[in-house]
């Protein structure tokens, strides 16, 4: 479809394995964001990407988080020695530019044993 | 820095009934204010949003008027349907319109129920 696609919609892992979203946004889209839904925190804001670039990475929960963003497009959030505390859905949002409305993704279910 | 606070759930009403799910914000610079929508089972949707101090935002009989001097942007409706049973989520941004470098500041979410 047309919409903000993420990739896997559920991952269950064991504690301290490494794992890695995927988000393809809207054709055309230049800003990309990354959010954590959780049940004791809500929606919290992780990272932003205009273009390939994010100036702002302070919003990652730890240093195990990192993402990137190649080709102005798709874009991946890289959860390494998980925990417990990072589950989560994870859910990405893309816009045309920084100033227009973000469309959201249906995210990814991560579960660590 | 920015917060938003909306009223805890659930929230239970019969079809035709009126709704109002409080927001109030608090905010460093002139932010735009959304409701998105979340229904069972789907990804997040944008309902409606305001950019400026006394706009409406409206969208399938819902409305919300960004009122500064109460930092508040109220969700209303007249009459809801059982399809308008969903989490409600209020948001903010402090650049224009969309997101911005900061992304979307978000309310924990209301679930709201209609019962037939």
């Known amino acids: 479809g047309a919409g903000v696609s993420q990739s896997p919609s559920n991952k269950v892992t064991e504690k301290g394995k490494d794992v890695e979203l995927r988000c393809d946004p809207i054709?055309?889209?230049?800003?990309l964001y990354w959010y954590r839904q959780s049940l004791g925190q809500g929606l919290e804001f992780l990272i932003y990407?205009?273009?390939?670039?994010?100036?702002?990475k302070s919003g990652l929960p730890s240093d195990r988080f990192s993402a990137e963003r190649t080709g102005g497009s798709v874009s991946t959030l890289t959860i390494q020695r998980t925990q417990q505390e990072d589950s989560a859905v994870y859910l990405c949002?893309?816009?045309?530019?920084?100033?227009?409305?973000?469309?959201f993704g249906d995210g990814t279910r991560l579960s660590i044993l | 820095g920015d917060s938003v606070t909306q009223m805890e759930g659930p929230v239970t009403l019969s079809e035709e009934a009126c709704l109002t799910i409080?927001?109030?914000?608090?905010?460093?610079?002139?932010?735009?204010l959304f409701w998105y929508v979340q229904y069972p089972g789907e990804g997040l949707q944008l309902l409606l949003k305001?950019?400026?101090?006394?706009d409406k935002g409206s969208n399938k009989g819902f409305e919300a008027t960004y009122r500064k001097e109460t930092t508040s942007f109220h969700l209303e409706k007249g009459s809801v349907q059982v399809s308008d049973s969903a989490v409600y989520f209020c948001?903010?941004?402090?650049?224009?319109?969309?997101?911005?470098?900061?992304?979307?500041?978000f309310g924990k979410g209301t679930l709201l129920i209609i019962q037939p």
């Open positions: 948001a903010l941004s402090d650049t224009d319109s969309g997101g911005g470098a900061d992304g979307l500041t």
């Open positions: 054709s055309g889209h230049t800003a």
């Open positions: 409080n927001c109030t914000y608090t905010a460093t610079g002139y932010p735009s």
């Open positions: 305001a950019t400026k101090a006394d």
């Open positions: 990407f205009q273009g390939n670039s994010a100036p702002d």
């Open positions: 949002a893309s816009s045309l530019k920084v100033d227009q409305p973000q469309h």
